[in-house]
């Protein structure tokens, strides 16, 4: 056998692809020549079976004869798209223990033991590219997870961006999977934190805008104590009531009364400010509609037909009462 033609078959697996073409001509130029080669002698047997073969037509090259007799290896191929998927992994996943073994797999003598090798190998590649798969998808969800708990800016999303991070590091899975529930968590919390802030101020707002005196404090004090009272400028003796729960959800309006009216209350008096309050709360609503906003209302009672509640108006929210500081001289420097 030919030295350059071994060399060919024993270095195809790790050659190049300027090499392979220079392999496949020598390649070809060995069958050629046994190909060609015509024995001296020939029995009529032979002479007959010849011209059986090759029926008059040309000797094919031995690139073509491969390409129309070769049985396809289903599971070689298999393995090499596995390995193909595994090379273009974004975890960038090491594969030189699979690639080595696929190349001592090719030259194994014996074809049975290539075929059991091959499965066995192509088992542990689609393993491998399930996993790589997994944390390519958990990495994925970390990361987007971890940049919107940056908007949280809290200490227990700032806890959770750190432990995400080190599970990202880890390459673990399920630590990761553990740490993006809480995270989901913490930015459902977030939402509807937010959610609540935004319709207690925008009810803040459009009280303000019909004139009722809103000051700074009143909504952390709703959001505090779960219930404030806003009142107009000159009328001292009513006020509304806003009730709410921790998400602002729903919210509860009704007018109250001052227990030391500066005039005398009656069922009469307080039904007129009913009224009145009642066609507030439909400016309220119009003004909320305008900005995008939405009320609807669950139950509403007719004025004058419940008592108006009485409260002590002086103390009904103390947090929010505006802190007043004695005046202070001060001289300016002549010129």
């Known amino acids: 056998m030919p030295v350059a033609l071994t060399a060919a078959i024993e270095g195809a697996m790790m050659a190049a692809g300027t090499d392979l073409d220079a392999m496949q001509r020598t390649v070809e130029a ?58 273009t992994c974004a975890t960038l996943v090491d ?46 969800k970390a990361m987007q997870l971890r940049a919107e708990l940056a908007a949280l800016s809290s200490e227990r999303g700032r806890a959770c961006s750190i432990q995400l991070d080190a599970a990202i590091t880890d390459r673990n899975v399920s630590e990761m999977r553990a740490r993006i529930t809480d995270g989901e968590t913490l930015l459902d919390e977030g939402r509807l934190q937010a959610s609540a802030v935004a319709r207690r101020r925008a009810v803040l707002g459009g009280l303000a805008s019909l004139g009722y005196e809103v000051r700074e404090g009143m909504e952390a004090a709703w959001a505090k104590e779960g219930r404030i009272v806003v009142r107009r400028p000159g009328t001292d003796d009513y006020g509304v009531e806003l009730a709410a729960p921790a998400d602002a959800s729903r919210m509860q309006a009704r007018l109250v009364g001052s227990d030391q009216p500066s005039s005398p209350r009656n069922a009469m008096r307080d039904k007129d400010q009913e009224t009145i309050w009642c066609g507030q709360f439909d400016e309220l609503r119009s003004v909320l509609a305008d900005h995008g906003g939405h009320v609807e209302i669950e139950r509403a009672l007719p004025a004058g037909e419940q008592a108006v509640k009485t409260i002590s108006l002086t103390s009904a929210s103390p947090s929010a009462e505006v802190k007043i500081t004695k005046p202070q001289n001060r001289a300016l420097p002549r010129s």
Request: net charge negative; charged share 25%; aromatic share 2%.
């Open 30 to 87: 060995s069958i050629a020549t046994l190909v060609q080669g015509q024995p001296k002698t020939q029995s009529s047997g032979q002479s007959d079976l010849a011209a059986r073969l090759n029926a008059g037509g040309p000797i094919p090259a031995f690139a073509q004869w491969l390409e129309e007799n070769a049985r396809p290896d289903l599971q070689a191929e298999r393995l090499d798209g596995l390995l193909s998927e595994l090379s």
């Open 95 to 140: 594969i030189t223990d699979l690639t080595a073994r696929a190349l001592s797999i090719s030259a194994e003598p014996s074809a049975d033991r290539r075929a059991l090798l091959t499965d066995s190998l192509v088992l542990e590649a689609a393993r491998r590219l399930r996993s790589e798969r997994a944390i390519e998808a958990a990495t994925a």
